[in-house]
Structures are given as structure tokens and as C-alpha cells.
Nanobody
Framework: QVQLVESGGGLVQAGGSLRLSCAAS????????MGWFRQAPGKEREFVAA????????VYADSVKGRFAISRDNAKNTVYLQMNSLKPEDTAVYYC????????????????WGQGTQVTVSS
């Protein structure tokens, strides 16, 4: 079992920045993929970014490329999502996810999900 706890959400004005954190506990291995999804009201869950604990190039959704950055601190078992130049359309609940195996943009490809943290961007 893996437990994921997100933090760092909140209210920010358009153009501002936030950093989300996701602390993982329980069973985690270097072949795990860590990622972020988001879900806005009335919309499906959307892939945001992912990175492997073992390293390698992160993967981003086109909608956040150049604005968001995912990173990891293996010693702290924590993954971060730095969000810059935020837009009102970034408003959503952001979920931290993890699973073994290959990086995927499909929600079904991730076994473990955090409880989510709300990000609201005002115009």
C-alpha cells in the first residue's frame, strides 16, 4: 500500500504561482511513476505531469508545458508541482498519483491517488 498526501493548494490571482507537494509513504520503489492529475467542475480528470522516482525526463500535458514543473526529492519521498503563470482555467482539484511501471497519461494507469487539493485562480 502507498499513501499520498497533497498540500499547497489555495487561492491565487492570475499570473501568480503555487507549489504543490505530495508526500508518499508506505511501499515505494524506484520503478514507480509519480504524477499529477486535475479535475475541474463538470470535467473529466486531466493529466498534468509525471516523473519517475528513478529519474529521466518528466512528461507534461501541452496545456501546462513551459508553466509547470514537476520535481522529486527522493530522500523525502516527496514530489512537487511548481505552477507558474497560473490562469483561471487551471482552477481544479489537483490529485497526486503513483503506480509501478511506465509513465502514462491515462487516469486508469495509476493505482494510488491522494485526496486532492483545491487550486483556485481568480481573474
Amino acid at each position: 500500500q502507498v499513501q499520498l498526501v497533497e498540500s499547497g493548494g489555495g487561492l491565487v490571482q492570475a499570473g501568480g504561482s503555487l507549489r504543490l507537494s505530495c508526500a508518499a509513504s508506505g511501499r515505494t520503489y524506484s520503478n514507480y511513476v509519480m504524477g499529477w492529475f486535475r479535475q475541474a467542475p463538470g470535467k473529466e480528470r486531466e493529466f498534468v505531469a509525471a516523473i519517475k522516482w528513478s529519474g529521466g525526463s518528466p512528461v507534461y500535458a501541452d496545456s501546462v508545458k513551459g508553466r509547470f514543473a514537476i520535481s522529486r526529492d527522493n530522500a523525502k519521498n516527496t514530489v512537487y508541482l511548481q505552477m507558474n503563470s497560473l490562469k483561471p482555467e487551471d482552477t481544479a482539484v489537483y490529485y497526486c498519483v503513483t503506480s509501478q511501471g511506465r509513465t502514462t497519461t491515462r487516469p486508469g494507469g495509476y493505482e494510488y491517488w491522494g485526496q486532492g487539493t483545491q487550486v483556485t485562480v481568480s481573474s
